[in-house]
């Protein structure tokens, strides 16, 4: 069989760790795409990351270019293009450069892979798919946004250091728009099956300690901006791009928190949003919809609306130029 083709538009920090990772667990070749001022990045870390496969001992092949051309027959295509969060910024203040950012990338890959699985990972990222989806005309089930999967890895990972058990022991259930507005589900956590409820039921933590996790994991853009103080996060982002490619790719049907078009599910229609779904060859074969409590409706609504306040900006922004 031959080797699949995976396009990394942008090749910054998310873009190189994108890089690195699908080589890692030989996903195909990789080619990194950026502006022609940076061909030379994205050409470096395809040669400094081809030069690390030796020692690691994985076989993918590596290419940097800014010509779209080059990204012909494309299986995934993973956007980072644009510019990340600086401190004191919020996600939305991006819409004015990476909506015209975008516009050009759609282009590209509607012309010269038209037939990827499409991961976009750009910020604010509700707006951005949504964006993307429009302007490429790409199918709805084949254009997604990584948002998520991350969420619930830092809600994962906060709750694991609370109870001291194993990452891979935990799952955690994050709804709504990857804004501040984000919905953390406790009841769908676990540890090993055991909802959260039942788990401060049992003395494990206390609501306290939990309503302060569900607030870190709201806030955890920013503690990560607030530290590096030069950009955003890129490891996790990275990482959980890769899963929703590899279930895609491996046609492994994983249940994944994604930004997905809604026709009505939940009671939007037309807009991304993140909500469950099952990832599979098709792109996203199912959007699982679950039973919100009273609560959890309210607080989806709201993020709902923030998501669709930005998407009305980002519209009057690209009308614009
Ligand atoms: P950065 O390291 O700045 O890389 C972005 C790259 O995009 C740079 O190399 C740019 O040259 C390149 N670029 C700019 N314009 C274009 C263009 N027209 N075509 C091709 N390439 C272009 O940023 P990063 O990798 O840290 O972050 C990338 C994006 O991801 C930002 O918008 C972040 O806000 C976003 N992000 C999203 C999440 C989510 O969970 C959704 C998490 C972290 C970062």
């Given at each position: 069989m031959a080797r699949k083709k995976i396009a990394l538009i942008g090749a910054g920090q998310i873009g190189g760790t994108l890089a690195l990772l699908a080589g890692q667990k030989e996903l195909g070749d990789i080619i990194l795409l950026d502006i022609p001022d940076f061909a030379g990045v994205a050409k470096g870390k395809a040669l400094d990351i081809a030069e690390l496969s030796p020692v690691a001992g994985f076989d993918a092949g590596y290419s940097g270019t800014?010509?779209?051309?080059?990204?012909?027959?494309?299986d995934v295509v993973i956007i980072t293009a644009g510019v990340p969060r600086k401190p004191g910024?919020?996600?939305?203040?991006?819409?004015g450069i990476n909506a015209k950012v975008i516009k050009a990338v759609a282009a590209g890959v509607k012309e010269h892979a038209p037939n990827a699985f499409v991961i976009v990972i750009t910020n604010p990222l509700d707006a951005m798919v949504g964006l993307f989806q429009q302007v490429s005309g790409l199918p709805a089930e084949k254009v997604v946004g990584m948002a998520g999967v991350l969420d619930s890895a830092r809600f994962r990972w906060f709750l694991a250091e609370e109870f001291g058990v194993?990452?891979?022991?935990v799952t955690a259930f994050v709804l709504g728009?990857?804004?501040?507005?984000m919905v953390p589900s406790v009841r769908y956590s676990t540890v090993a099956g055991i909802p959260l409820p039942d788990l401060v039921k049992m003395g494990w933590t206390t609501q306290e300690k939990l309503d302060k996790i569900v607030q870190r994991t709201r806030d955890g853009g920013a503690e990560i901006v607030g530290l590096l103080k030069t950009g955003s996060a890129f490891y996790a982002p990275a990482a959980s791009a890769i899963a929703m490619a590899e279930s895609y790719l491996k046609d492994k049907k994983r249940v994944l928190p994604v930004a997905a078009k809604l026709s009505?599910?939940?009671?939007?229609?037309?807009l991304y949003i993140g909500v469950p779904t099952i990832i599979g060859a098709k792109g996203v074969e199912k959007i699982i919809q679950i039973d919100l409590s009273d609560e959890e409706k309210a607080n989806f609504d709201k993020s709902v609306d923030a998501v669709k306040t930005l998407v009305d900006v980002t519209a009057k922004v690209s009308a614009e130029g």
């Amino acid at each position: 069989m031959a080797r699949k083709k995976i396009a990394l538009i942008g090749a910054g920090q998310i873009g190189g760790t994108l890089a690195l990772l699908a080589g890692q667990k030989e996903l195909g070749d990789i080619i990194l795409l950026d502006i022609p001022d940076f061909a030379g990045v994205a050409k470096g870390k395809a040669l400094d990351i081809a030069e690390l496969s030796p020692v690691a001992g994985f076989d993918a092949g590596y290419s940097g270019t800014s010509d779209y051309a080059d990204i012909a027959g494309a299986d995934v295509v993973i956007i980072t293009a644009g510019v990340p969060r600086k401190p004191g910024m919020s996600r939305d203040d991006l819409v004015g450069i990476n909506a015209k950012v975008i516009k050009a990338v759609a282009a590209g890959v509607k012309e010269h892979a038209p037939n990827a699985f499409v991961i976009v990972i750009t910020n604010p990222l509700d707006a951005m798919v949504g964006l993307f989806q429009q302007v490429s005309g790409l199918p709805a089930e084949k254009v997604v946004g990584m948002a998520g999967v991350l969420d619930s890895a830092r809600f994962r990972w906060f709750l694991a250091e609370e109870f001291g058990v194993s990452v891979e022991d935990v799952t955690a259930f994050v709804l709504g728009g990857h804004g501040d507005t984000m919905v953390p589900s406790v009841r769908y956590s676990t540890v090993a099956g055991i909802p959260l409820p039942d788990l401060v039921k049992m003395g494990w933590t206390t609501q306290e300690k939990l309503d302060k996790i569900v607030q870190r994991t709201r806030d955890g853009g920013a503690e990560i901006v607030g530290l590096l103080k030069t950009g955003s996060a890129f490891y996790a982002p990275a990482a959980s791009a890769i899963a929703m490619a590899e279930s895609y790719l491996k046609d492994k049907k994983r249940v994944l928190p994604v930004a997905a078009k809604l026709s009505g599910e939940y009671g939007v229609d037309g807009l991304y949003i993140g909500v469950p779904t099952i990832i599979g060859a098709k792109g996203v074969e199912k959007i699982i919809q679950i039973d919100l409590s009273d609560e959890e409706k309210a607080n989806f609504d709201k993020s709902v609306d923030a998501v669709k306040t930005l998407v009305d900006v980002t519209a009057k922004v690209s009308a614009e130029g």
